[in-house]
């Protein structure tokens, strides 16, 4: 079961989850305050909470694809909880009085690690994961419903489970037999015997006998109805191609240019930019005297490359080097691979850490990237992607970002079909993007960072 925060669906489970450890830190400090006969002020303790919590989401351990076993799960809840207590440190600088004493801030995140820890083991008994499953009938058997029916990720499967398949006439089956439900009785009829909660239209061609009555009369029984396109975008994370067509981008909620969205959005931008200038300048130095050291000191520090960016338009996107100087001998673009030999040893470390990535705050401060949006590709792969893969212009609505909804969802793709996977997740966040959501993608990018996912 899902619901829509700010434009972003989120799991009921996750948030209930999220609910159950922010109580199971916020106990931490008043145990620790109790043990040793002094009560914390709030203030401190909101700090804590508010810090934990964050890195916890940042860690992705509020993610809907998280598969890292239980060993997996403490080293990310008590890298979490580490980096937090960093923050709250670093607050401290700013407002002393919202610092605990050391001994103490580290009896929190001792007592907070083994809270969140059994909370999380004891949340996992008391609530199975099919407990808030919506229990869907999918109208249509053809192409359109077989999409559904092939979604194997456990993740995408969680929030929901099919009870059937109801044929359409004259629609030939291309999902599982055993799954077909005989469409002589009534709709309705069937969606109540199943004790069905949603409704999926999948038909393969809606001119053709479309049961208005028989939905409107389910839909007023209190069933909802959706259309498929709708259902795979809040399942899956992404606008599923496969089953995309022009009228839904037209009418469908979403791809909206909101001036103060914009507005606000590049005042974030901006203000974001400076602040980590700010904050990575030392490491920035050591690299540039990395590769300094390296490739020589006539060598070339940073690398300069034609990008495509808002509405097409064309700027030059500014990372640290990290391949030879002769990587493209010939001027042809070449997709970066695994291992490729063409990274220096520099290279290999900072486009791992995405080092490599910083200085593209400039191009943030220029007004030519953001923050958070579809990654900036190079003209030469826009041209053959465009002509090829249905819809990736679309992707040209949103300022092209340094991280994003695709990052952190799929491993760096350097193939046409990786495109198109990563376009899927673009596009979902052009129709969806918000503060919030950009928010989240970025706490979820530390995670990518911290444990090295996705460079090359």
């Given amino acids: 079961m899902t619901i829509?925060?700010?434009?972003?669906?989120?799991?009921?489970?996750?948030?209930?989850?999220?609910?159950?450890?922010?109580?199971?830190?916020?106990?931490?400090?008043?145990?620790?305050?109790?043990?040793?006969?002094?009560?914390?002020?709030?203030?401190?303790?909101?700090?804590?909470?508010?810090?934990?919590?964050?890195?916890?989401?940042?860690?992705?351990?509020y993610s809907a694809g998280q598969r890292a076993r239980p060993l997996g799960l403490l080293v990310r809840i008590a890298m979490a909880l580490a980096l937090a207590m960093a923050i709250v440190v670093l607050v401290s600088f700013f407002?002393?009085?919202?610092?605990?004493?050391?001994?103490?801030?580290?009896?929190?995140?001792?007592?907070?690690?083994?809270?969140?820890?059994?909370?999380?083991?004891v949340f996992e008994k008391l609530v199975p994961d099919d407990i808030f499953r919506r229990?869907?009938?999918?109208?249509?058997?053809?192409?359109?419903?077989?999409?559904?029916?092939?979604?194997?990720?456990?993740?995408?499967?969680?929030?929901?489970?099919v009870v059937g398949y109801i044929p359409p006439t004259g629609e030939a089956p291309l999902v599982p037999h055993e799954q077909v439900i005989s469409s002589e009785s009534d709709l309705l009829v069937i969606a109540r015997r199943e004790d069905v909660d949603e409704i999926v239209v999948a038909m393969e061609d809606r001119r053709r006998e479309f049961p208005v009555r028989t939905l409107l009369e389910c839909r007023l029984a209190g069933i909802e109805i959706t259309d498929l396109v709708d259902f795979l975008e809040r399942e899956t994370g992404k606008v599923r191609l496969d089953v995309l067509n022009p009228s839904w981008m037209i009418f469908g909620?979403?791809?909206?240019?909101?001036?103060?969205?914009?507005?606000?959005?590049?005042?974030?931008?901006?203000?974001?930019?400076?602040?980590?200038?700010?904050?990575?300048?030392?490491?920035?130095?050591?690299?540039?005297?990395?590769?300094?050291?390296?490739?020589?000191?006539?060598?070339?520090?940073?690398?300069?490359?034609r990008r495509v960016g808002f509405e097409g338009e064309v700027f030059d996107v500014?990372?640290?080097?990290?391949?030879?100087?002769?990587?493209?001998?010939?001027?042809r673009p070449q997709w970066a691979s695994k291992a490729d030999p063409r990274v220096t040893r520099v290279g290999a470390v900072i486009r791992k850490l995405r080092i490599d990535e910083l200085p593209q705050v400039i191009n943030v401060l220029k007004g030519d990237?953001?923050?958070?949006?579809?990654?900036?590709?190079?003209?030469?792969?826009?041209?053959?992607?465009?002509?090829?893969?249905?819809?990736?212009?679309?992707?040209?609505?949103?300022?092209?970002?340094?991280?994003?909804?695709?990052?952190i969802c799929y491993p760096y793709g350097a193939s046409e079909r990786d495109a198109t996977e990563k376009l899927q997740y673009d596009l979902y966040y052009v129709k969806n993007?918000?503060?919030?959501?950009?928010?989240?993608i970025l706490l979820q990018t530390v995670e990518i960072v911290l444990m090295g996912k996705g460079g090359r």
């Avoid at 901006?270 to 130095?285: D, R």
């Avoid at 540039?288 to 390296?294: K, M, S, Y």
């Fill in 4 to 61: 829509s925060l700010f434009r972003h669906y989120v799991r009921v489970p996750l948030l209930l989850l999220a609910l159950f450890e922010v109580a199971a830190i916020a106990s931490a400090p008043l145990l620790v305050g109790w043990a040793l006969s002094r009560r914390p002020p709030f203030a401190q303790i909101a700090i804590f909470v508010v810090a934990c919590n964050l890195c916890l989401i940042a860690m992705g351990l």
């Fill in 95 to 121: 407002a002393p009085a919202l610092l605990p004493q050391r001994a103490e801030l580290l009896l929190w995140g001792g007592t907070a690690f083994v809270l969140a820890s059994l909370g999380r083991m």
């Fill in 135 to 161: 229990r869907v009938l999918v109208y249509g058997v053809g192409s359109r419903a077989a999409s559904l029916a092939a979604l194997r990720r456990r993740t995408d499967l969680r929030a929901f489970a």
């Fill in 253 to 305: 909620e979403g791809f909206k240019r909101d001036p103060i969205r914009r507005t606000t959005k590049r005042v974030c931008d901006v203000a974001a930019a400076v602040l980590l200038l700010l904050l990575t300048w030392p490491i920035m130095l050591v690299t540039a005297i990395a590769i300094l050291l390296e490739d020589g000191l006539r060598s070339d520090i940073f690398y300069r490359q």
């Fill in 318 to 331: 500014l990372k640290f080097r990290s391949m030879r100087r002769d990587a493209e001998p010939d001027g």
């Fill in 369 to 407: 990237m953001s923050f958070v949006g579809p990654r900036p590709e190079r003209p030469e792969f826009v041209s053959a992607l465009g002509d090829t893969i249905p819809y990736y212009i679309e992707r040209h609505c949103a300022k092209p970002g340094i991280t994003g909804w695709a990052q």
């Fill in 433 to 440: 993007h918000s503060l919030l959501f950009d928010l989240m």
